[in-house]
């Protein structure tokens, strides 16, 4: 990908030729790390109903017990980070949860953009608009002008709105696999996320991630080590997503 996607990792390709580009957020050194909410499985209290103090040391331990027994199969792109995990040792606790925190955080906003039904079929960017009270390409020029590095260039007004069609797909899908996957509990919203607010049946923080932390813990033999890569990767998700 060139101009200002240049080192993003493409998501799809749409009408016209266009490319979109998975959200940065949940990109690292050219691998996706997709939100997948196959993991399902919740701890419960004696009285049968679901733990939802989430990062008490209860629901951790039950947490770091079950994600290395019930990982489920990798797809393609997961079992290169594996592979690539498996000889760098780059993914972690902390690095995982920044990368949720940062997509929690973003995705509270974005997209801002209203895009027709026919988007991805007609490619047509001048049918994309920002909707009321969104976050302009302009806000994003003014912001973004005096903070990039200088290799590092703006996005052009149509990457704007390609990339504002990434966060768009990206969630969507998101919002399938969670009804799909966790039919009884609620989406975190935008107060769960700022304030770090979970009740009884929302999304737990870790429920997306569950598979990436799954390949971290799984080669750690001992659980008080486990029980610390999940406490680094809250305190890190909430550092980003506050």
Do not use: C
């Not at 493409?10 to 030729?17: A, E, N, Q």
Request: proline letters at 7%.
């Amino acid at each position: 990908m060139k101009g200002g996607f240049s080192g993003r990792v493409l998501m799809r390709t749409i009408g016209g030729g266009h490319e979109i580009p998975w959200p940065e957020p949940l990109t690292d050194n050219g691998f996706v790390l997709h939100k997948d909410y196959r993991m399902n499985g919740f701890s419960l209290t004696p009285g049968g109903k679901p733990w939802y103090e989430v990062q008490d040391k209860t629901y951790l331990a039950w947490l770091a017990d079950y994600l290395p027994r019930h990982l489920p199969p990798l797809t393609t792109e997961q079992q290169r980070l594996a592979d690539d995990h498996a000889q760098s040792g780059r993914l972690s606790g902390a690095r995982i949860g920044g990368i949720a925190g940062w997509y929690a955080s973003d995705g509270v906003v974005r997209p801002t953009t209203v895009f027709p039904p026919d988007f991805a079929e007609a490619g047509d960017i001048e049918s994309a608009r920002t909707g009321e009270g969104g976050y302009t390409y302009e806000e994003y020029v003014e912001y973004y002008q005096d903070v990039l590095e200088p290799d590092e260039p703006l996005l052009t007004r149509e990457e704007w709105f390609l990339d504002e069609f990434g966060w768009l797909l990206a969630k969507e899908e998101d919002e399938r696999r969670f009804a799909l996957y966790w039919p009884d509990f609620i989406r975190l919203d935008e107060a769960n996320i700022v304030f770090g607010r979970n009740t009884l049946r929302h999304e737990p923080p870790d429920a997306g991630w569950r598979i990436y932390l799954a390949l971290v813990l799984r080669v750690i033999p001992d659980q008080a080590a486990r029980i610390k890569e999940l406490k680094d990767f809250y305190y890190h998700w909430h550092e980003m997503a506050d």
